[in-house]
Structure formats: structure tokens, C-alpha cells
């Protein structure tokens, strides 16, 4: 910041009542952004999900981050998605071997 910044900066705030001021003393979490390309009818989707939900469409990717990397974890649960191809070529294979 320049010095006339700073200056401003200060007679903007020399007329500010603290006294009714509180401390916040605990930590916040630490963040780091993640910056990740999204085709536009998946990023239409999420916000429109976001907004159905209430949320902010980084929060819900958050949660769907979460989910994803503790939810079986977690719960225990083993469905997993794939695509249809993967799972032909899978069945594919399987019928190969057994042949």
C-alpha cells in the first residue's frame, strides 16, 4: 500500500468507537485454493444445486470433496461410481478369463 492509502486508510478509521470491541481468539482453519476447470453444463449443475441447497457452490463442493475422499472411510459403504465403459470392459475381461 502506498502511504496516501495508509493515510486514507487511517482518517477513515480515526472516527471508530473500539471500546465495544471483542477479540476473537480462536484459530481459524487453514484454507488453500484449488483451482479446477469445469465443463459448463457440470458448473451450470453445481450452482444450480448450490442454490437449491442454500450454499455457496464452493461449499458444496467442499462437501462433495469430503464425501468423496472420507465418506467410505468413514461409513464403510463400498458403492463406487464408474463409468459404463469400464464396467463392460470389466465384464468383458471377466468372461475372457473364465473362457
Do not use: C, K
Not at 485454493?33 to 441447497?53: N, Y
Not at 468413514?74 to 471377466?94: E, K, N, S, Y
Request: hydrophobic share 45%.
Amino acid at each position: 500500500m502506498s502511504d496516501a492509502e495508509i493515510n486514507a486508510a487511517e482518517r477513515a478509521l480515526a472516527g471508530t468507537d473500539w471500546s465495544g470491541a471483542t477479540v476473537e481468539t480462536s484459530a481459524r482453519p487453514v484454507t488453500v485454493v484449488h483451482s479446477t476447470r469445469l465443463p459448463a453444463l457440470l458448473s451450470e449443475r453445481l450452482e444450480a444445486e448450490a442454490a437449491r441447497r442454500g450454499v455457496t457452490p464452493s461449499a458444496l463442493v467442499r462437501e462433495y470433496v469430503e464425501a468423496g475422499l472420507f465418506g467410505l472411510a468413514a461409513t464403510g459403504d463400498a458403492t463406487v461410481t464408474l463409468r459404463l465403459a469400464d464396467l463392460h470392459r470389466a465384464i468383458d475381461q471377466l468372461a475372457r478369463d473364465v473362457a
